[in-house]
């Protein structure tokens, strides 16, 4: 609802037909997809307050897509022969094969190696060394920029555990495959940040999507195409 809101205030609008762009995990889409929409879908009409304004939508129809795909939407034209896809977000890595520009939807995983496992083995590493507590700021700097204003001591810490980390996210993909001899890599989501900067790849072959909109954008893109072609 909050983030319905955002755009309702954009436009200036109480009152909306709403058409919902949802994602799920590469491999939960084929069995999910229909449940999924019609509990997006459940309430037609839907009011409710928010900082003290009242707002009213109607919602019109869902499109679910896969998770990280849409955040490719222009670079499409980069997807020629096998292509592997890696999504990094907070909780979960998903992983997909995109062989000449289709979603190969068999070929989806979908790792519990997210951001968020980073972030407390950085935080636990702190800890051991020190018996201090890190503020998670500090880690959330640290993934933006691959540095941060602490001491050197702590900051090696932190160096060290993003590069285990990386490897960890790079093991995972050669467990379903993922050769950079024979395909493209394109990562995705925060966790791109850590492998950009401590990561052990071949950047001639990695393609890192650094714009942070650039799945909400692929989402609306490939709804608008489906509800046009529905029509």
């Given at each position: 609802?909050?983030?319905?809101?955002?755009?309702?205030?954009?436009?200036n609008v109480n009152?909306?037909?709403?058409?919902?762009?949802?994602?799920?995990?590469?491999?939960?889409?084929?069995?999910?997809?229909?449940?999924?929409?019609?509990?997006?879908?459940?309430?037609?009409?839907?009011?409710?307050?928010?900082?003290?304004?009242?707002?009213?939508?109607?919602?019109?129809?869902?499109?679910?897509?896969?998770?990280?795909?849409?955040?490719?939407?222009?670079?499409?034209?980069?997807?020629?022969?096998?292509?592997?896809?890696?999504?990094?977000?907070?909780?979960?890595?998903?992983?997909?094969?995109?062989?000449?520009?289709?979603?190969?939807?068999?070929?989806?995983f979908t790792e519990?190696?997210?951001?968020?496992?980073?972030?407390?083995?950085?935080?636990?590493?702190?800890?051991?060394?020190?018996?201090?507590?890190?503020?998670?700021?500090?880690?959330?700097?640290?993934?933006?920029?691959g540095t941060a204003?602490?001491?050197?001591?702590?900051?090696?810490?932190?160096?060290?555990?993003?590069?285990?980390?990386?490897?960890?996210?790079?093991?995972?993909?050669?467990?379903?495959?993922?050769?950079?001899?024979?395909?493209?890599?394109?990562?995705?989501?925060?966790?791109?940040?850590?492998?950009?900067?401590?990561?052990?790849?071949?950047?001639?072959?990695?393609?890192?999507?650094?714009?942070?909109?650039?799945?909400?954008?692929?989402?609306?893109?490939?709804?608008?195409?489906?509800?046009?072609?529905?029509?």
């Open positions: 609802m909050a983030a319905i809101t955002s755009e309702l205030q954009v436009n009152e909306a037909n709403v058409h919902i762009a949802a994602g799920l995990p590469l491999s939960w889409v084929i069995n999910q997809r229909e449940q999924f929409c019609k509990y997006i879908t459940k309430n037609e009409i839907v009011e409710f307050t928010f900082n003290k304004k009242t707002y009213k939508i109607r919602i019109v129809g869902c499109t679910v897509l896969p998770q990280g795909y849409p955040a490719l939407i222009e670079n499409t034209s980069m997807l020629t022969g096998v292509n592997m896809l890696a999504d990094i977000g907070n909780g979960t890595m998903n992983v997909m094969y995109i062989n000449n520009k289709k979603p190969i939807e068999e070929k989806c519990k190696i997210g951001v968020n496992q980073f972030v407390i083995a950085a935080q636990n590493a702190v800890t051991d060394i020190s018996g201090k507590v890190i503020d998670l700021a500090i880690i959330q700097n640290f993934i933006l920029d204003d602490i001491s050197e001591n702590y900051l090696a810490c932190l160096r060290e555990t993003a590069e285990n980390y990386c490897s960890e996210i790079l093991d995972t993909l050669a467990k379903y495959e993922y050769d950079s001899d024979f395909m493209k890599l394109f990562i995705v989501g925060g966790g791109g940040k850590l492998i950009k900067n401590f990561g052990r790849y071949n950047s001639d072959r990695v393609i890192f999507i650094n714009d942070l909109c650039a799945a909400a954008k692929g989402f609306e893109k490939m709804a608008f195409l489906k509800m046009q072609n529905k029509r």
